[in-house]
């Protein structure tokens, strides 16, 4: 068994996020495993820019409220203890409610070996007209 240090807490580029966003990565991408996890926090109203997964991605909301779409779908709200399942290459976005905080885990896998392509796509970020959809 070996202790993996902690990296400190990264800013939410902007390439890739809306307003305020954090994130600590939990498992390292040194190659010891193809699976990856951050524990992201948004501000109210903070997030993700449209983006797919090659491999897929789970969401699972910790604490807050939060807002999540698929591409041609609903905004659906998103509550501590919701986990949700972003199948491999669904574009979709994922983010705070405009008057709470949230925060997720983002569990996906990376690349394996052999496989082409990247392991996270980014897009176009969000409207405020396709964040402010009413939810479902």
Known sequence: ME???KPPSV???AEWF???VWFDQIVPT???AVGRCNVVHFAPGA???WHRHANGQLLHVTEGVGLTQSRGGEVIVIRPGDSVWCP???WHWHGASPDHFMT???IWDGLTPGQDGLETEWGEHVTDDEYGRRPA
């Open 3 to 5: 202790f993996v240090s």
């Open 11 to 13: 800013r939410g580029p």
């Open 18 to 20: 809306t307003g305020h």
């Open 30 to 32: 040194d190659g010891r």
């Open 47 to 49: 997030r993700t820019a």
């Open 88 to 90: 491999p290459g669904e």
């Open 104 to 106: 997720h885990l983002a």
